[in-house]
């Protein structure tokens, strides 16, 4: 709290007056098959561990290292896990080991811990790696009896090392692992894919080309799933839902249909596990021959293979590895003898601690349920966010004919509002697609509120908005302009084209938008109809939402950019970089943007700072300047302060770094709102889109004409769960002078940031996650799942 200059409230748990890791060994090792962002969880661990005060281990080659002892368990120094943010898989080595699943390989793992005095143990790696951790925790106390009677250790050492502590964080690209919403490397893989899809689907468009992918997967489908669902793929197949008997008959009407609605390619993603009802493999050959054969197409088979498991990571997977390292640092620390083996996991938005073996048996639980061709309760096993993927790509990919479409009457306009952000298409495809299985006739207004009252406004079809995922920016068009001024030519409109809902999709602007039209309702009835927002904005500044469309593309903007500029520098002296981002006056993307870059500081208008702060910032740049440090990182947001600006904070760090560092800047500008969308913000924007028009869909039924409160409303991620606010009760939470929500999430991730960069904070743990157990499935008002 002093790093906020505020008074430590009553109850709250400060990290230097609770927990010290003095006297404790902490050892880390990564295990099975590797991962992007394993580095970054290796890294939070070391750090988080040497500042609480631990001894921290690598343990090189993971369990064989263990077991082999010598120079394999070697003690981390801060300056070990520099420049590793940014590598892809992991710099300690993974193996997998035969030896350590026999007994004597466990008691020769032991023996090399007690030698070093480690008990506290952080594994990353799948369940595979994790259930070997916790069956050695299980033997732990008998293998050191043994090791004393074989002269190998001291009696005292079975006192003094009497219980081994295991904490995991699940590594995985498959994101097979129940109880978490994501694991360790599935976003990075996602990026791998849609990288080569958006790809292929330009050179599959000259040629009129069907293109047949494997993506990986042996037992779980959500890297297929998901891709298919972020590119808008014509047939995915998976191992959890095989088709149904006759789906090949069925899967070359879909592409032949789509064809004929001058569709000119056609993208089949395949896991490498998928199987038929009988259990039958399907191969990506079978499939090119089917196609082939049948349709007579020109088509082509892409498999993935290792691709998935390379490259560098996401700003995503970045974030979620340094969290979790950090609480596991604190899980190993708040660990009695009793407590059992537990996973740091995330659930929405918010850190959790899960029983290892709970885990574990409900991932087994799914293999076993496909075994047995019970395939539905597979699918639910998996977990929400899982099932919700299914469901929303049915609805989305495949349309059900004219006559099985429910009849609504009602129409509904959709529109951009606010600044363009990366996956505001996806949602306005989702939206329009959902809407119209729902029976309605979706309007498309071009140019926001500009537009509407201009009447830019026509019906839009399914095939419409085909192929909109992948797009930038805005299709529809979108401006700044709020209703206000022209309430009565918008209300015309509205009557003119008889629209009965309008759904939003945009950042503050739409949110003040709707306020405005709340306020109109008492003079229009016209606007006594339905109206939902979706949060869609890079600065991540709309109120009553953690998390908005378009912010996590414009991260991996930042967070790619700034390992450019630090590459720029290798080799040469010592430098320090000033980047400036965007953001208005939220500081998200700076924060935020620090954390997965790897900043040392990063100035916001959330947090004051004044000259003493920058002098003290250039004195710890110039400490870390004289070890091996080579490279510094300062990002600041762009209204963080009238006075600071980008250009004094260079003089000031020029200046006062003279003759230990140089120092260069740069404004990262627009290039953080252009480009492709993520995955991450392609199936946020899609999913959270659809929930919102079914939301339409119940409120006119049940509210039509009547202009309830609860009508007008924002859908956003709270923690946990997605929850439509009425927009009214939304304005106490909002700072509409700095046009930013009073309270903000992630300002706790700041002293994070500020221990992984070697700075003295304080650490409030209030927030940290606490041992739950893992459920089945989350009821519906709690998922947040739908943002993964």
Not at 301 to 306: E, K, N, P, R
Not at 538 to 553: F, R
Not at 576 to 589: A, D, N, S
Not at 624 to 642: A, D, F, Y
Request: aromatic share 8%; net charge neutral; proline share 3%.
């Amino acid at each position: 709290y002093d790093h906020l200059k505020l008074p430590i409230p009553d109850g709250k748990k400060i990290f230097f007056e609770n927990l010290s890791g003095a006297g404790k060994a902490i050892a880390v090792l990564t295990s099975g098959g590797d991962a992007q962002g394993m580095n970054a969880a290796v890294r939070a661990v070391v750090r988080m561990g040497l500042y609480v005060g631990a001894k921290v281990y690598f343990i090189h080659e993971g369990y064989q290292g263990m077991v082999d002892g010598g120079d394999n368990i070697r003690e981390a120094s801060w300056e070990s896990v520099s420049s590793m943010l940014q590598v892809g898989g992991t710099v300690i080595g993974s193996a997998r080991c035969k030896e350590f699943r026999t007994h004597e390989g466990r008691l020769k793992a032991a023996h090399n811990l007690v030698q070093r005095g480690i008990t506290n143990l952080c594994v990353i790696g799948g369940d595979g790696s994790l259930t070997g951790a916790n069956l050695f925790r299980e033997e732990w106390s008998g293998l050191l009896t043994e090791l004393v009677e074989q002269g190998l250790i001291e009696q005292d050492s079975v006192q003094k090392y009497s219980a081994l502590h295991i904490v995991g964080m699940v590594g995985s690209i498959d994101n097979d692992f129940c109880g978490t919403d994501m694991t360790i490397g599935t976003d990075s893989a996602l990026h791998r894919i849609i990288e080569v899809v958006d790809a292929i689907m330009t050179t599959a468009q000259s040629h009129q080309r069907t293109f047949v992918l494997e993506v990986m997967g042996r037992h779980c489908g959500y890297l297929a799933l998901v891709s298919a669902l972020a590119c808008g793929a014509d047939w995915v197949l998976i191992p959890e839902m095989p088709p149904e008997d006759g789906w090949e008959d069925k899967m070359c009407q879909k592409l032949s249909a789509n064809r004929a609605g001058k569709k000119r390619l056609n993208v089949i993603i395949v896991a490498e596990g998928a199987i038929d009802r009988s259990n039958t493999p399907i191969t990506t050959d079978y499939i090119k021959d089917l196609v082939v054969k049948n349709l007579g197409f020109d088509t082509r088979v892409t498999i993935l293979g290792h691709v998935q498991r390379g490259g560098t990571p996401s700003a995503f997977d970045r974030i979620l590895a340094s969290r979790m390292g950090v609480e596991a640092v604190l899980a190993l620390l708040e660990t009695t003898a009793n407590t059992p083996a537990c996973v740091v996991s995330l659930c929405g938005n918010q850190s959790v601690r899960l029983p290892l073996m709970e885990c574990v048996e409900m991932t087994q639980e799914v293999q076993k349920a496909m075994d047995e061709k019970r395939f539905e309760e597979a699918v639910k096993l998996r977990g929400r966010s899982f099932e919700n993927n299914l469901k929303t790509y049915k609805l989305l990919a495949h349309r059900k004919p004219e006559s099985d479409l429910p009849r609504s009457n009602f129409n509904v306009a959709v529109l951009n509002v606010g600044a363009p952000a990366a996956g505001m298409n996806a949602a306005v495809r989702s939206a329009v697609r959902v809407g119209i299985s729902e029976g309605h006739k979706v309007f498309a207004v071009s140019d926001g509120f500009e537009g509407f009252y201009k009447g830019q406004i026509k019906e839009i079809k399914w095939a419409d908005v085909g192929g909109w995922t992948g797009q930038g920016g805005s299709l529809l068009g979108t401006k700044r302009t709020l209703p206000a001024k022209h309430v009565d030519k918008i209300a015309a409109q509205m009557r003119q084209h008889n629209i009965n809902a309008l759904l939003i999709v945009g950042g503050f602007e739409g949110f003040l938008s709707l306020l405005e039209l709340l306020t109109a309702r008492e003079k229009y009835e016209e606007f006594c109809v339905p109206m939902v927002m979706v949060p869609a904005t890079v600065s991540n500044n709309v109120p009553g939402s953690d998390l908005s469309i378009g912010a996590d593309t414009a991260l991996n903007a930042i967070t790619s950019t700034c390992d450019r500029i630090k590459q720029s520098a290798s080799g040469t002296k010592r430098r320090v970089f000033i980047i400036e981002t965007m953001g208005g006056y939220c500081g998200y993307l700076a924060s935020v943007g620090g954390l997965a870059a790897g900043a040392d500081a990063a100035y916001i208008y959330e947090e004051p700072f004044d000259i003493r702060d920058l002098q003290a910032n250039v004195e710890h740049l110039t400490e870390k300047m004289k070890t091996s440090i080579q490279r510094g990182l300062v990002l600041r947001n762009e209204n963080s302060n009238e006075n600071y600006t980008t250009d004094f904070i260079y003089q000031l760090y020029s200046e006062e770094g003279k003759g230990v560092f140089d120092c260069r800047k740069n404004v990262l500008g627009h290039m953080q709102q252009g480009g492709a969308p993520s995955p991450f913000d392609r199936n946020f924007g899609t999913k959270i889109s659809a929930k919102a028009m079914q939301w339409v869909t119940r409120k006119l039924g049940e509210t039509f004409r009547q202009g309830f409160e609860d009508s007008c409303c924002l859908l956003g991620m709270r923690r946990r769960a997605l929850v439509f606010q009425p927009v009214v009760q939304l304005k106490g939470e909002t700072d509409f002078i700095h046009r930013i929500p009073k309270e903000q999430w992630w300002l706790k991730l700041r002293p994070l940031m500020k221990i992984l960069a070697k700075y003295k904070t304080s650490y409030d743990v209030s927030d940290s996650g606490q041992l739950e157990h893992v459920v089945h499935n989350r009821p519906k008002e709690l998922d947040a799942s739908v943002a993964m």
